[in-house]
T-cell receptor, first 111, second 112 residues
């Protein structure tokens, strides 16, 4: 029972580099989400998806892109990393009207 | 975006003490949730509240959905060291996609 799996767990990027944060879930959930968590702050929604082929912007989408080609996978892409994107990133999935299942997070540092 | 105000921001308590924290909103929401985040992990759902005035327990945890639908509180009785972590309230968007908005969290430290 893997739940929501995120890779990598840690990453250091240089300014201007790009990377993809991977997220996969094995619970057949339709809804998937990406949040970022800055120190002392709550979680802010970056992007979300209600099913394969459908994605939409959340509260803080600038500098990120997503795709949802399958029910299981919801990768988050950073094209030109900036120091402001230093954060902990959480992927989550859910069914309608139930609480989220979160992954264990990716800690990203941009230097 | 919607703001949830959680208080207190942090708490230092002794093992065995009871804890109370709350969360308020300027808007009405029909679903309130409480999550706990252990260090280095993602948040885990503790309690979900779906009806105004509802009081729900999960072991030593008790949460209430405020009658105005603008607030909720979480109580932890007889705290133990493993209660350490960050507690978040969250509300569900009334639109599609089941989006959640999270509070800024209450950091709980338990001393022996």
């Amino acid at each position: 029972n893997a739940g929501v799996t995120q890779t990598p767990k840690f990453r250091i990027l240089k300014i201007g580099q790009s990377m993809t944060l991977q997220c996969t879930q094995d619970m057949n959930h339709n809804y998937m989400y990406w949040y970022r968590q800055d120190p002392g702050m709550g979680l802010k929604l970056i992007y979300y998806s209600v099913g394969a082929g459908i994605t939409d912007k959340g509260e803080v989408p600038n500098g990120y892109n997503v795709s949802r080609s399958t029910t299981e996978d919801f990768p988050l892409r950073l094209e030109l990393a900036a120091p402001s994107q230093t954060s902990v990133y959480f992927c989550a999935s859910s069914t309608l009207n139930y609480g989220y299942t979160f992954g264990s997070g990716t800690r990203l540092t941009v230097v | 975006g919607q703001q949830l105000n959680q208080s207190p921001q942090s708490m230092f308590i002794q093992e065995g003490e009871d804890v109370s924290m709350n969360c308020t909103s300027s808007s009405i929401f029909n679903t309130w949730l409480w999550y706990k985040q252990d260090p280095g992990e993602g948040p885990v759902l503790l309690i979900a509240l779906y009806k105004a005035g509802e009081l729900t327990s999960n072991g030593r945890l008790t949460a209430q959905f405020g009658i105005t639908r603008k607030d909720s509180f979480l109580n932890i009785s007889a705290s133990i060291p493993s209660d350490v972590g960050i507690y978040f309230c969250a509300v569900r968007d009334t639109g599609t996609a089941s989006k959640l908005t999270f509070g800024t969290g209450t950091r709980l430290q338990v001393t022996l």
